[in-house]
């Protein structure tokens, strides 16, 4: 039974993902009818996939460190995540019964790591408000002031006091996100950046020989630095996994904004790798130096360095061969090694996307400049972050945003 309602106002929410969700919730504690809209069969399911791995929510670092995430849409966001920062994130999930600790690295799980509690009881709570979902509801188009719906049994129509959509980006189509939404939001003159991979992994030319000996290899703690399409110099340590088309894994991920513009810029982008973060280069020559008698080179490599198999492939995949006999190149080579990535992955295959609604189409309160009432919210909007829980923050921030905002529009609107 839907529970009996104050107001008539009636909100409509596109999109069952985090960010739809949010939104929805917000509206139903002001009272209003609200109805989800969803093209999957059910609710949040990148949201559950975000869960397969450890679900990380939020991070807990200092604030404004945690802002600086948000690249250059940091300012655009502020509202967004003063108005639900980390710690409202946290104190949610505790109130629907999910406890959440904070890793070594800051980042905020909840304490069985899982989603698929935390939606469940999220889902419970929204139907208990009386928040109905309609699921298998693909949004085609605006229809004068009506939004169109592709339904199991045809077409339907709908309209609303307020809209908001939370339609996600344009990674993984199959679990809803396939930013179809783009071309009836152009057709109203509603500007959007065009939608890249974010978090993303990349192609190399790796020969034959070295993907046959080394796919599905890891490197455990390697740096990555390069020169941004600014002119700024960004650096990073973490690890990364080598593929059958080229790179991949979180550090390559953190720096693939850098990276991506760069190929976007130049066609193609270089960066260098530090195999031995933890040494400078005087100490590698030193110990590369040591005579290494009757020991084949890469066992001294290994015993003397640390290096791994995988790590001299690279070096001789990147550089000619003679290098690997000339201690002071090699050295050199070991602290800065060229690395030439020709292009992204597929979106499909990304972490995120970066593109979407632009920030100039939107208010303060994400509302379209040119369709009020009509909202937008979590990863549609032209934002990027790293992984680390800084996505969802956002899609949640934005979404309790948008959702205030609408009640705000309602309640002026209502005078
Ligand atoms: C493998 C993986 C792991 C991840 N891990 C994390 C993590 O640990 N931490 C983190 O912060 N982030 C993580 N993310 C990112 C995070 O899941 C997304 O940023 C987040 O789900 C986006 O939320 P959203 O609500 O904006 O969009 P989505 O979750 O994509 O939801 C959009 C919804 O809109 C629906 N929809 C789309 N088009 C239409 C339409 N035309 N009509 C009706 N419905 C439509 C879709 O069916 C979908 O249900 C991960 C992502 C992936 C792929």
Same mark, same amino acid.
């Given at each position: 039974?839907?529970?009996?309602?104050s107001?008539?106002?009636?909100?409509?929410? =596109?999109? *069952?993902?985090? *960010?739809?969700?949010?939104?929805?919730?917000?509206?139903?504690?002001a009272?209003?009818e609200?109805d989800? @809209?969803? *093209?999957?069969? $059910?609710?949040?399911r990148?949201?559950?996939?975000?869960?397969?791995?450890?679900?990380?929510?939020?991070?807990? /670092?200092?604030f404004p460190?945690f802002?600086?995430?948000?690249?250059?849409?940091?300012?655009?966001?502020?509202?967004?995540?003063?108005?639900?920062t980390?710690?409202?994130?946290?104190?949610?999930?505790? $109130?629907?019964?999910i406890?959440?600790?904070v890793?070594s690295?800051g980042?905020?799980?909840? =304490?069985?790591?899982?989603a698929a509690?935390l939606?469940? #009881?999220?889902?419970?709570r929204? !139907? /208990?408000?009386?928040?109905?979902?309609?699921? !298998?509801?693909?949004?085609?188009?605006?229809?004068?002031k009506r939004l169109l719906?592709?339904?199991?049994n045809?077409?339907?129509? =709908?309209?609303?006091?307020?809209v908001?959509? #939370?339609? %996600?980006g344009? $990674?993984?189509a199959r679990l809803?996100?396939?930013?179809k939404?783009c071309?009836?939001?152009?057709?109203?003159?509603i500007?959007?950046?065009?939608?890249?991979? +974010?978090?993303?992994g990349f192609?190399?030319?790796?020969?034959?020989?070295?993907?046959?000996?080394? *796919?599905?290899s890891?490197?455990?703690?390697?740096?990555?630095d390069?020169?941004?399409?600014?002119?700024?110099?960004r650096? !990073?340590? %973490?690890?990364?996994?080598?593929?059958?088309?080229?790179?991949e894994?979180?550090?390559?991920?953190?720096?693939? +904004?850098?990276?991506r513009?760069l190929?976007?810029?130049?066609?193609?982008?270089?960066? @260098?790798l530090?195999?031995?973060?933890?040494?400078?280069e /005087?100490?590698?020559l030193?110990e590369? #130096?040591?005579p290494?008698g009757?020991?084949s080179?890469s066992?001294?490599?290994?015993s003397?360095? %640390?290096?791994h198999?995988?790590?001299?492939g690279?070096?001789?995949?990147c550089?000619?061969k003679?290098?690997?006999?000339?201690?002071a190149?090699?050295?050199?080579?070991?602290? !800065?090694?060229?690395l030439k990535?020709?292009s992204?992955?597929?979106?499909?295959?990304?972490?995120?996307?970066?593109?979407?609604? +632009?920030?100039e189409?939107?208010?303060e309160?994400?509302?379209?400049?040119n369709?009020?009432g009509?909202?937008?919210?979590g990863?549609?909007?032209d934002?990027?972050?790293p992984?680390?829980?800084?996505?969802l923050?956002?899609?949640?921030?934005?979404?309790?945003?948008?959702? /205030?905002?609408a009640?705000?529009?309602?309640?002026?609107?209502?005078?």
């Amino acid at each position: 039974m839907d529970k009996p309602r104050s107001s008539q106002l009636r909100a409509i929410v =596109v999109g *069952a993902g985090p *960010a739809g969700l949010m939104a929805a919730e917000r509206l139903a504690l002001a009272d209003l009818e609200v109805d989800v @809209y969803d *093209a999957m069969p $059910s609710a949040g399911r990148k949201f559950l996939l975000a869960g397969k791995g450890g679900m990380n929510l939020t991070h807990a /670092e200092e604030f404004p460190l945690f802002q600086q995430r948000y690249f250059d849409r940091q300012q655009d966001l502020a509202r967004a995540l003063n108005a639900f920062t980390p710690q409202h994130i946290r104190e949610w999930a505790s $109130s629907l019964g999910i406890e959440t600790f904070v890793g070594s690295s800051g980042r905020v799980f909840p =304490v069985d790591m899982k989603a698929a509690p935390l939606l469940r #009881a999220w889902l419970h709570r929204l !139907r /208990e408000a009386g928040v109905r979902f309609h699921m !298998r509801h693909k949004w085609l188009s605006f229809k004068d002031k009506r939004l169109l719906f592709q339904a199991p049994n045809g077409e339907v129509e =709908v309209s609303a006091d307020i809209v908001i959509f #939370a339609m %996600g980006g344009a $990674s993984w189509a199959r679990l809803g996100s396939d930013g179809k939404w783009c071309a009836p939001f152009q057709e109203q003159g509603i500007h959007l950046h065009n939608f890249v991979p +974010s978090n993303c992994g990349f192609n190399l030319d790796w020969t034959t020989h070295f993907r046959q000996k080394f *796919a599905g290899s890891p490197l455990m703690k390697v740096g990555i630095d390069l020169t941004d399409t600014k002119g700024e110099k960004r650096s !990073r340590t %973490g690890q990364f996994v080598i593929s059958e088309t080229g790179i991949e894994g979180s550090l390559v991920y953190a720096m693939s +904004s850098y990276i991506r513009d760069l190929i976007q810029q130049d066609g193609s982008a270089t960066v @260098y790798l530090d195999l031995l973060p933890d040494k400078d280069e /005087e100490r590698v020559l030193r110990e590369l #130096a040591i005579p290494r008698g009757a020991r084949s080179l890469s066992s001294h490599l290994r015993s003397k360095l %640390g290096l791994h198999p995988v790590h001299n492939g690279l070096i001789q995949e990147c550089l000619p061969k003679e290098i690997m006999h000339d201690t002071a190149r090699l050295a050199a080579a070991i602290k !800065r090694l060229p690395l030439k990535i020709v292009s992204t992955r597929p979106i499909d295959e990304a972490i995120s996307s970066a593109g979407g609604v +632009s920030f100039e189409s939107l208010n303060e309160d994400f509302m379209l400049k040119n369709l009020p009432g009509v909202f937008c919210a979590g990863e549609m909007v032209d934002w990027e972050a790293p992984t680390g829980g800084y996505l969802l923050s956002a899609c949640l921030a934005t979404a309790y945003l948008a959702g /205030e905002g609408a009640v705000k529009f309602l309640s002026q609107i209502r005078k």
